[in-house]
């Protein structure tokens, strides 16, 4: 069974940045697609980013391209996103996720490809 244990949330002011962290247990010897969702308050989950841990296309969402950046530890049961200019619009709980198939998308990342979700870190971005 796959558990993912998200850390780094915070408060911030504009501009600052944020480093999150994720480590997953149960994920065995395959290869994983492995990400971050994020939820605002009033709105739908939204896909951030998204890795194979198999190597492969990185997924970003358009907004967070050239500010977020994700990576993975060599032991593949690590999983980090630096954020960096934040603005309050970026204001969310943030979700580790993962999925024992590879990353794919159509247009946006669906939250209905992973199947492991992490219990969220708050992010909180202040003018």
């Known amino acids: 069974q796959v558990q993912l244990v998200e850390s780094g949330g915070g408060s911030v002011q504009a501009g600052e940045s944020l480093r999150l962290s994720c480590v997953a247990s149960?994920?065995?010897?395959?290869?994983?697609?492995v990400g971050w969702f994020r939820q605002a308050p009033g709105k739908e989950r939204e896909g951030v980013t998204a890795?194979?841990?198999?190597?492969?296309?990185?997924y970003y969402h358009s907004s967070v391209k050239d500010r977020f950046t994700v990576s993975t530890g060599n032991a593949k049961n690590t999983l980090e996103l630096q954020m960096n200019d934040l603005k309050p619009q970026r204001t969310a709980t943030y979700y580790c996720?993962?999925?024992?198939?590879?990353?794919?998308?159509?247009?946006?990342?669906?939250?209905?490809?992973?199947?492991?979700w992490g219990k969220g870190t708050q992010v909180t971005v202040s003018s």
């Open positions: 996720v993962a999925d024992p198939d590879p990353c794919w998308w159509v247009g946006t990342l669906q939250a209905q490809h992973f199947r492991d």
């Open positions: 149960g994920f065995g010897t395959g290869d994983f697609c």
């Open positions: 890795i194979y841990t198999g190597g492969g296309n990185t």
